[in-house]
C-alpha cells in the first residue's frame, strides 16, 4: 500500500508540473518579442516574453507601438564611381570583395580595358594618316603657290614689254600700230591683276587646306590623349579609408559582381562614414498614418538583439511603391535617424527591427492580456493563487492592458498571476484554471485490487 501511494504521489507530482508547464508556454505566447534590452528610464517591457516567465502586474506606460522590418544606411559616404571615358559601357574585370577594409589610394575596381586598347590603336592609326595628309597638302599649297607667282612674274615681263611697245611716239609709228600697242599693254595690265588674284587665291586655298588637316590632326591627338587617360583611369582607387560596400545591380536585385556591364557615371561601390548611420524601413500601405516624423523609435540589430539604439522617424515618403519580384504589395519609405551608433558592430546592410512608439496612451498598472477574462463583467484577472481581482480596463495594446483595481478590490504591482482560461471556439467553457490540478492534471491512477496484485 505504501509502494501504491508513492506511485500516486509522483503521478499526481508529475501531472501538476506539466499543467504549470503547458501554462507557462501559454502565456509566453502573448509576451513581446525576444531581443530587445529595456534600458533605465523607459516604460516596462511586457511580461512573458519567453516560455516559462511569470505573469506580473507592474507599473508602466502603454504606449501604441508599429513593428517595422528595415536596415541600415550611411547618410554619408565616399563613392567609386565609373569614370568618364570614350565608350559608353563598360565591364568589370576585377573588384574588391565586399566589406574589405581599404585605404586611399588602394586600388578597388579594375575595368575590361580590351575594347580600349583595340580604340587607342586605330585612334594612333588615324592620326598618323591625318599627319601624312597634313604633309601632302602642305606640299600641294606650296606647289600651287609658287606655280601662281611664276604666272605672275610672267604677266609682269609681259607687261613690261607692251609698256615699252606702248610708249613709242604715235608720229613714228602708224596710228593703226599705235592703238594695237595701247591695247596690247591695257591686256598686259589686266592679266598681271588676274595673275596676281590667282596667286592669292591659292595662298587662301592651300593655308585654309593645311588649317583643317592641321586641326584634324590636333582632334585626333587629343583623341589618343583621352583614350590613353581613360585607359589608365579603367584602375579605380579608394576615395578614402574604411570599409568598402558594393552597391545593388539596378534590376536584378543583387550586388555587382565581376563580368557585369557598368556605364558611365554609375556609383560601383561605396565607402560609407560609419558615424552617420541612419535606419530605412518599410511601411506597408495599409497602415498609412500609423507613422509620422518626429515619432520615437528604438532600433535593434538582428545580429545584436541584446541592444537598442533609440531614434526618431525624419522622413515618410508621400507615395508607396512596389518594389520589384515582391507581388503586389506596397510600401512607403521610413527613415529613423539614430540618437547613437556603434561604428564597431553597426554595417550598411544589416537587418534591423524598427519599434515606432506612438504618444503614450495610458499609464498605470499594466497586466498581460493572458491573465486577463474580457468576457466578464467587470473584467477581472487571475491571481496565481487561483483567485480572481475585478477590474477596469482603461486602455489595450497587443500584449497588456493598463487596468485600475475595481469595486475596491486591490491589486497590486508585482502581484504574480495565472492565465486566465479562454471559451473554446465553439463557445463551450475553456480549459479550467493552471492552478486547479484536479481539471488540468491527468487523474491519478486507481489504486489495484486484490485480485491484480501489487505489479512488480
Known amino acids: 500500500m505504501n509502494e501504491r501511494a508513492s506511485l500516486r504521489a509522483a503521478a499526481r507530482a508529475a501531472s501538476l508540473a506539466s499543467a504549470a508547464l503547458l501554462a507557462a508556454l501559454g502565456a509566453g505566447g502573448c509576451g513581446a518579442p525576444a531581443g530587445a534590452r529595456a534600458t533605465a528610464g523607459e516604460e516596462a ?115 613690261a614689254k607692251a609698256e615699252l611697245a606702248a610708249a613709242v611716239p604715235p608720229e613714228l609709228v602708224s596710228a593703226h600700230d599705235y592703238q594695237q600697242a595701247q591695247l596690247a599693254r591695257e591686256r598686259a595690265a589686266v592679266d598681271l591683276a588676274k595673275a596676281e588674284e590667282e596667286l592669292a587665291a591659292a595662298r587662301r586655298a592651300g593655308a585654309a587646306d593645311v588649317e583643317v588637316a592641321a586641326i584634324e590632326l590636333a582632334g585626333a591627338r587629343r583623341e589618343i590623349e583621352v583614350a590613353e587617360q581613360a585607359r589608365g583611369a579603367l584602375s579605380l582607387e579608394a576615395p578614402g579609408d574604411g570599409i568598402l560596400i558594393h552597391e545593388e545591380h539596378p534590376w536584378e536585385g543583387r550586388t555587382l559582381q565581376v563580368g557585369d556591364t557598368v556605364w558611365v557615371g554609375f556609383t560601383v561601390m561605396r565607402i560609407p562614414d560609419l558615424t552617420s548611420m541612419m535606419v530605412e524601413a518599410e511601411l506597408p500601405d495599409v497602415d498609412d498614418g500609423e507613422v509620422a516624423p518626429g515619432m520615437a523609435a528604438r532600433c535593434t540589430l538582428d545580429a545584436h538583439p541584446d541592444l537598442v539604439f533609440p531614434g526618431r522617424v ?62 466578464a463583467d467587470p473584467p477581472r484577472v487571475r491571481l496565481a493563487g487561483g483567485g480572481w481581482r475585478r477590474v477596469r480596463v482603461a486602455a489595450c495594446d497587443a500584449q497588456r492592458c493598463a487596468v485600475e483595481a475595481a469595486d475596491g478590490e486591490a491589486l497590486a504591482a508585482g502581484e504574480r498571476l495565472a492565465r486566465a482560461p479562454r471559451p473554446e471556439p465553439d463557445g463551450g467553457p475553456g480549459p479550467a484554471p493552471a492552478a486547479q490540478p484536479s481539471t488540468l492534471a491527468p487523474s491519478a491512477p486507481e489504486p489495484a485490487t486484490p485480485e491484480q496484485g501489487v505489479a512488480g
Do not use: C, Y
Not at 592620326?127 to 606640299?139: C, G, I, N, S, T
Not at 504589395?329 to 550598411?348: N, S
Open 314 to 375: 525624419t522622413e515618410v515618403s508621400p507615395i508607396a511603391r512596389r518594389d520589384e519580384g515582391r507581388g503586389l504589395r506596397r510600401h512607403f519609405r521610413v527613415r529613423i535617424g539614430l540618437d547613437g551608433g556603434d561604428p564597431e558592430r553597426m554595417r550598411p546592410g544589416m537587418s534591423v527591427k524598427v519599434e515606432v512608439l506612438g504618444e503614450p496612451a495610458a499609464a498605470g498598472l499594466l497586466v498581460p492580456r493572458a491573465a486577463l477574462d474580457l468576457e
Open 45 to 159: 517591457a511586457p511580461a512573458a516574453a519567453s516560455a516559462g516567465a511569470e505573469l506580473v502586474a507592474e507599473h508602466g506606460t502603454l504606449r501604441p507601438r508599429a513593428l517595422l522590418t528595415g536596415e541600415l544606411r550611411a547618410a554619408r559616404a565616399q563613392d567609386v564611381v565609373i569614370p568618364r571615358s570614350p565608350t559608353w559601357q563598360m565591364q568589370i574585370r576585377w573588384m574588391a570583395e565586399d566589406g574589405t577594409r581599404v585605404r586611399r589610394g588602394e586600388k578597388v575596381l579594375e575595368l575590361e580595358n580590351d575594347e580600349f586598347a583595340r580604340a587607342l590603336e586605330d585612334k594612333r592609326l588615324e592620326a598618323a594618316q591625318k599627319a601624312e595628309e597634313l604633309v601632302r597638302l602642305r606640299a600641294e599649297a606650296e606647289l600651287a603657290e609658287a606655280e601662281a607667282r611664276f604666272a605672275v612674274r610672267q604677266k609682269q615681263a609681259e607687261l
